[in-house]
């Protein structure tokens, strides 16, 4: 597999099941992806809804992902560290780990879901915002794969 990333939950450009969203449990999605290039270290995952009313809005920023690792499951919980050694940043509602969409009433808003190969573990402090953590990326990112999804209420 390319270093390609998917969701059983919902496949690129479908709507996000509301279960991943602030009008059902408001869990992240499982997230899988292939194999990276050979010199990567670590991932990262960001996710935004660039349709936001305000501009862009973060719904989840996790980094420190271990290289092991192809996919996330279900349901990551709102901690600063993992049990697998990945580390959560704080989001745009101002808390740890993932926040699903929750957008106005209205049309449907995309939100992608990005994941990064790195070249280097990022070792930020717990609560790093986006912006951080694209500035230690930067220089470092040896491929990129996304995921979009539609939500509206």
Same mark, same amino acid.
């Given at each position: 597999?390319?270093?390609?990333?998917?969701? !059983?939950?919902?496949?690129? #450009? =479908?709507? /996000? $099941?509301?279960?991943?969203?602030?009008? #059902?449990?408001?869990?992240?999605?499982?997230?899988?992806?292939?194999? *990276? !290039?050979?010199?990567?270290?670590?991932?990262?995952? &960001?996710?935004? =809804?660039?349709?936001?009313?305000?501009?862009?809005?973060?719904?989840?920023? &996790? +980094?420190? &992902? !271990?290289?092991?690792? @192809?996919?996330?499951?279900?349901? &990551? *919980?709102?901690?600063?560290?993992?049990?697998?050694?990945?580390? %959560?940043?704080?989001?745009?509602?101002?808390?740890?780990?993932?926040?699903? $969409?929750? $957008? *106005? *009433?209205?049309?449907?808003? @995309?939100? +992608? /879901?990005?994941? +990064?190969?790195? =070249?280097? /573990?990022?070792?930020?402090? $717990? @609560?790093?915002?986006?912006?951080?953590?694209?500035?230690?990326?930067?220089?470092?990112?040896?491929?990129?794969? %996304?995921?979009?999804? @539609?939500?509206?209420?």
């Amino acid at each position: 597999m390319a270093f390609e990333l998917s969701s !059983p939950a919902f496949k690129g #450009g =479908d709507p /996000i $099941p509301r279960r991943y969203t602030c009008e #059902g449990e408001d869990l992240s999605p499982p997230l899988h992806w292939g194999v *990276p !290039p050979a010199a990567t270290k670590s991932f990262v995952i &960001i996710a935004d =809804d660039p349709d936001a009313p305000a501009g862009m809005w973060v719904h989840w920023v &996790i +980094y420190d &992902i !271990p290289l092991d690792l @192809r996919g996330l499951a279900e349901g &990551i *919980p709102a901690k600063d560290h993992l049990s697998n050694g990945a580390v %959560q940043g704080l989001n745009d509602f101002k808390r740890i780990g993932y926040g699903g $969409p929750c $957008p *106005p *009433p209205g049309k449907p808003h @995309r939100y +992608y /879901i990005k994941l +990064y190969a790195l =070249d280097v /573990i990022l070792a930020l402090k $717990p @609560r790093a915002t986006k912006a951080q953590v694209l500035e230690a990326c930067k220089g470092h990112v040896l491929a990129e794969a %996304q995921l979009m999804g @539609r939500f509206a209420r």
